[in-house]
């Protein structure tokens, strides 16, 4: 209790020294630099705010202040544009951005189909199939696991984009090659993980199983398919990147005239960076969204497992 | 949990996998050849029914194998490409593979000093303040769902309209990608220590400078090196990406590019195969630190 008493009495202190900096800070840049005061000022305010915040820590604040950093990033950036008139084809204001945004949704709403619901999504869902089925195929040959593991492991850590302009080559400009390149990129991550979620039953569960005299199939779909969730989800959730990774990159290397890595390009060609700030605001909550939609059919489907339990 | 696992299951393949993982790659290179026939012919056969012959079977097969642009080269090819790409050329060629190589490492050195350095940085930082990790933290980790690499080529493009060129914008591209795996994995490690290891430290009245260099920065480590091969393995993608946009003439992303403008597929198979090595060149070093630093500190699993 005292130790507790003693923490918040120090960082209180810590705070009356923030504080005190801040002010001499302050008058200093009023000073020398009457542009950065403002943004100083809005800097300190917050903080000191969130400092304040993240004292309680409880849950509404352990929401609210997060939200409250990116607002004032924002701001700040907003600001910082404004003060020193930095030029567009640098950096836009955040203004500039949700401006370009609202007035391109159109062309946005064909780059998402195109790359992400065509190209991530289709090759994401056809890879982790692939991975799935091969990883129940190699389960139950021990020298196949052997050699295709370490190989796998391998071949995870390979910067795998590099195969895109192969891949554009065979397969053409449109969403095909771009699922074919998310294909082999998300396939042995998903591999390696189901590999290692079909052994995590243990002996005593095996045992059971074989007592019931159940038959492959049965212990397949009953104990070890069910035990092999969380691993599965696991590699599901770490490929939902990659996909949106490859499927944005392969379509520099060649894309019909729409898609969010086509748009982007072309539009630093054109010095558009506010359109190009706009795909990439599109491809961070695309990025979040498919995200979260993987992390709550995981909720779902494993609501037995500890790491779901609170 | 999933790496103590993880860590049984490498154990225990450790034993006996040469011959298997042998048998998995001369599949490999069957298959491939197979697929090089195959994905040839059709040219062959074009040709053969321009000039008005019939090839027999063995013909096609031996023609689909040394071509000048074959749709899928095959191995042999690609080892010929590789080696008079890595030996054959003097390595300040600009046709040398080893100076497209060290173009790429550079920047990807560079860059993963930087995004290590700003990751431990940061994570010590949150760990000492909570409203720093009130603040900071959820984002590093939504950040983890955005597919940063989309932004490289703009990246290079505004910062070369600034002036600045060479080796420092790839460097940015990697040291960012670098950054976050570090900081994750750098605040998970620096929290390890569990309550009664910080109330012992108390009970020796241990400074916080004496809590965080003899107690919490040990017992980080291995997290710090588990990021440290994600991280640089994202450095080596993040250069190579950083190297795609149109003017890059340095650099094994340049010579992916330049290949798939002019068709020369063996190139861009050489060129893949040695960003590859490389690839497992770098995370194979760190994974020796990793086992030497452990090892000394006792620490290995």
Redesign the interface.
């Known amino acids: 209790m005292t130790a507790l008493r003693l923490g918040r009495t120090y960082s209180f202190l810590q705070n009356i020294q923030l504080v005190a900096g801040g002010l001499i800070l302050l008058v200093a840049a009023h000073w020398l630099a009457p542009t950065a005061a403002p943004l100083l000022a809005v800097w300190l305010i917050a903080w000191l705010f969130n400092a304040w915040l993240a004292g309680f820590d409880t849950r509404a604040t352990r929401a609210i202040v997060p939200i409250i950093f990116g607002g004032t990033i924002i701001a700040l950036w907003e600001m910082a544009v404004r003060a020193y008139a930095v030029p567009t084809v640098i950096l836009p204001a955040p203004s500039q951005i949700a401006a370009s945004f609202a007035a391109n949704t159109g062309i946005l709403w064909t780059d998402f189909v195109q790359t992400i619901l065509k190209g991530a999504v289709t090759g994401w869902l056809m890879g982790a199939a692939a991975a799935v089925l091969t990883a129940i195929a190699i389960d139950r040959s021990p020298f196949l696991q052997r050699g295709l593991l370490p190989i796998g492991n391998f071949v995870a850590a390979l910067p795998i984009v590099g195969i895109a302009p192969i891949l554009v080559m065979w397969f053409g400009f449109d969403w095909h090659s771009k699922a074919a390149v998310v294909v082999v990129m998300v396939f042995f991550p998903i591999l390696v993980n189901m590999v290692a979620g079909l052994r995590a039953t243990d002996a005593m569960q095996r045992d059971l199983m074989a007592s019931w005299a159940a038959p492959y199939g049965a212990a397949l779909w009953k104990l070890r398919l069910p035990a092999a969730m969380p691993f599965l989800f696991n590699g599901l959730k770490i490929t939902t990147t990659l996909a949106l990774i490859g499927a944005i990159v392969a379509e520099f290397f060649g894309s019909p005239t729409r898609g969010m890595g086509f748009r982007i390009s072309t539009a630093v060609g054109r010095l558009d960076l506010p359109l190009v700030w706009a795909e990439i605001v599109v491809a961070a909550l695309a990025g979040t969204l498919f995200y979260g939609l993987v992390a709550l059919i995981e909720k779902k489907v494993t609501f037995w497992h500890p790491s779901q339990r609170n | 949990m ?1 790496s103590a ?2 860590c049984a ?1 490498v154990t225990a ?1 450790t034993k ?2 040469l011959v ?6 001369m599949v490999i290179v069957a298959v491939w050849y197979l697929a090089a026939i195959r ?1 040839n012919a059709q040219w062959e056969r074009d040709q053969a029914a321009r000039a008005e012959v019939t090839l027999t079977l063995p013909d096609l097969v031996a023609r689909t194998l040394v071509q000048e642009r074959p ?1 899928l080269p095959a191995p042999h090819q690609v080892a010929v490409g590789l080696w008079e790409g890595l030996a054959g050329q003097a390595i300040t060629s600009r046709r040398s593979l080893v100076w497209h190589a060290w173009v790429t490492l550079s920047a990807t050195l560079a860059g993963f000093a930087i995004g290590t350095g700003a990751g431990i940085l940061l994570a010590v930082g949150i760990v000492h303040s ?2 720093m ?7 590093a980790v ?1 950040s ?4 940063i ?3 490289a ?2 990246v290079i ?2 910062l070369s ?2 002036g600045i060129t060479g080796l420092l914008p790839k460097a940015i591209i990697a040291a960012w990608l670098s950054f976050f795996p570090v900081l994750v994995g750098m605040v998970k490690g620096l929290r390890t220590p569990d309550a009664m290891q910080l109330d012992q430290m108390r009970s020796w009245s241990a400074s916080d400078a004496q809590v965080f260099w003899r107690l919490r920065l040990p017992s980080s480590l291995p997290y710090l090196f588990a990021s440290l ?1 994600v991280a640089i ?1 994202a450095a ?2 993040g250069t ?2 950083g190297e ?2 149109a003017g890059a003439t340095a650099g ?1 992303g340049a010579r ?2 330049s ?2 403008y002019y ?1 020369q ?1 063996v190139q ?2 050489s ?2 195969f040695v ?2 090595l490389l ?2 060149g770098l ?1 194979a070093i760190v994974g020796w630190l990793e086992r030497r630093t452990l090892d000394r500190m006792g620490l290995a699993r």
């Open positions: 999933r696992k993880g299951t393949m006996g996998r298997p993982v042998l048998t998995v790659l994905m749709v909570r409203s990790d009130q603040s900071v933290m959820p984002w939504a983890q769902t955005v597919p690499l989309a932004i080529p703009m493009v505004v309209s600034m091969k393995a080596l993608v190579i990406v795609l946009p094994l992916l590019l290949g798939s068709g597929t861009i198979w060129a893949l960003a590859a690839a497992a995370v």
